[in-house]
């Protein structure tokens, strides 16, 4: 199976595309779908909706998978993550892909076997898994990466993909 995950936000969407196969992992490609804080903030969804879409056609993916919306104390900076999510989203739903959202403390725990894993840690470990010469840059991307590793664990199975 081919999964997208997704580390959400505005300014830098990461991604990371992993096939996933006999509990083997293949990286496809990672990165970050990146908006400039000078564009106004619908032109920037705009250009997350079509970034995702166009990864969507790229891979063909049979599911995906975004972690779910934590914060602290900056509502402002959530809100507008959330309007980000909600596009992402979005696009997710239009090509009919199933969709899996988990919590920091979950991607931790399927990555590390810990959930309050450092993001060293973190980084470590995704990079161990996916077999890759150094940890992914940017850090969104390593976190997106993580996010589809954690999708792949949680299912399981293949049966319904």
């Known amino acids: ?3 997208i995950g997704i ?12 096939q996933y196969q006999n509990n083997h992992f293949k ?9 400039q804080a000078s564009t106004p903030f619908t032109q920037r969804l705009e250009e997350i909706y079509i970034g ?19 914060f602290n104390t900056n509502t402002k900076t959530a809100i507008d993550v959330a309007q980000a ?6 696009a997710a739903q239009l090509e009919g892909l199933k969709v899996g959202e988990y919590t920091p403390l979950q991607i931790k725990q399927s990555v590390c076997g810990y959930g309050r894993a450092e ?13 890759l010469p150094s940890i992914p840059k ?20 293949l049966i319904g993909y």
């Open 1 to 3: 199976m081919t999964i």
């Open 7 to 18: 580390d959400p936000g505005y300014a830098l969407v990461g991604y990371g595309a992993v």
């Open 27 to 35: 990286v496809l490609e990672y990165g970050a779908i990146s908006t």
């Open 52 to 70: 995702l879409r166009g990864l969507i056609a790229k891979f063909r993916p049979n599911g995906f998978a975004m972690e779910k919306l934590f």
């Open 85 to 90: 999510r909600g596009v992402l989203l979005l």
């Open 119 to 131: 993001k060293k840690q973190m980084q470590e470990m995704t990079r161990l898994l996916l077999n």
């Open 138 to 157: 940017p850090d969104d991307a390593a976190d997106a990466l993580a996010i589809a590793i954690c999708h792949c664990h949680s299912c399981g199975s």
